[in-house]
């Protein structure tokens, strides 16, 4: 509803029109709008920073309840106990892929997402993800170790690789299998088959034995 008429500003006067909202198309509640053309009640609300539609209903008590079920749920998957990454103080990057039962490694770099491969454990996805993280200024997990370079078959991780790389020790393969267990704690996920003998393969074979190898 509109009301126009004349008001006097200093002396002069002017035509002033002022809107009368009718009551029912004003906002009902938090996420709530009664739609006049349609003559019903949108329910609509934010998840994750993006609008939702959460449908149009007659009565304005049950636009407000969907608003609000809409709503909790949102904020419940926002909190910390709630996140996708069961993990996620070992650092980001990494996702379980159920069906192939694999962990797909990613990591931004230079404002564009790069896959580095798929890992049959967690502790060789993580420790895979190390390798390039400390290459590009990103954030280390696991801080104190590095693991061999000569174990790594990923050809996207080694892009990123500019130390020359060497077949690794025994040593270094039983630090690295031990480091990999650790990290994998009580996940039950597959376990990588054990890595002592690599060492006495030839390079060309234990390339394609590796148990972090992009499994597709």
């Known amino acids: 509803m509109k009301l126009c008429g004349e008001i006097e500003i200093f002396g002069a006067v002017r035509i002033a029109t002022v809107v009368l909202n ?14 006049e053309k349609l003559g019903k009640y949108k329910a609509y609300g934010y998840d994750d920073s993006k609008p939702r539609f959460y449908g149009y209903y007659d009565d304005e008590a049950e636009a407000i309840e969907a608003a609000t079920v809409r709503r909790n749920l949102a904020r419940e998957r926002k909190r910390p106990g709630a996140r996708r990454n069961a993990r996620p103080e070992l650092g980001r990057g990494v996702t379980f892929i159920p069906g192939p039962d694999v962990w797909r490694v990613q990591l931004t770099l230079q404002g564009k997402r790069v896959s580095l491969g798929r890992y049959l454990t967690y502790g060789h996805a993580i420790l895979a993800r190390d390798v390039v993280a400390r290459r590009c200024g990103k954030h280390v997990v696991v801080e104190d170790y590095e693991m061999p370079l000569g174990l790594i078959t990923e050809t996207v991780v080694r892009s990123y690789i500019t130390d020359r790389i060497v077949p690794p020790t025994p040593d270094e393969i039983a630090e690295y299998q031990r480091r990999v267990d650790a990290l994998n704690g009580n996940i039950n996920k597959p376990v990588a088959p054990p890595l002592d003998r690599l060492s006495a393969l030839p390079p060309e074979i234990w390339r394609t034995q590796q148990p972090n190898r992009n499994e597709r």
């Open 22 to 35: 009718d009551d029912r198309r004003q906002r009902r509640g938090k996420g709530v709008t009664f739609i």
